[in-house]
């Protein structure tokens, strides 16, 4: 699964979730098709967190000059707590 596309995995966990939603699979089948599930989400959250990362944000400094800088999601800083 080291090349997969984030689409091909996605549309593959869909195809999974909607086996498992009609439910008319046998037991052992059923785990089968749920732990590859799971392998394809944790696929999709690893592409999007590699993409995440990759995220330039273009900043137009004092001078009108144009840069780039890392994006820094402060979404998942908890300041919401702070003293």
């Not at 090349?3 to 086996?19: R, T």
């Not at 052992?28 to 392998?39: F, P, Q, R, V």
């Not at 900043?59 to 003293?83: C, H, L, M, Q, W």
């Amino acid at each position: 699964m080291a090349k997969v596309k984030f689409e091909e995995a996605l549309k593959g966990l869909e195809k999974i979730v909607d086996k498992l939603e009609k439910g008319d699979m046998p037991l052992d089948e059923t785990l089968s098709e749920y732990e590859n599930g799971i392998k394809l989400y944790k696929k999709c959250v690893s592409l999007l967190d590699e993409a995440e990362k990759k995220i330039q944000i273009l900043v137009k400094d004092e001078n009108g000059s144009f840069s780039t800088r890392d994006f820094i999601d402060n979404s998942t800083n908890d300041t919401n707590n702070a003293p």
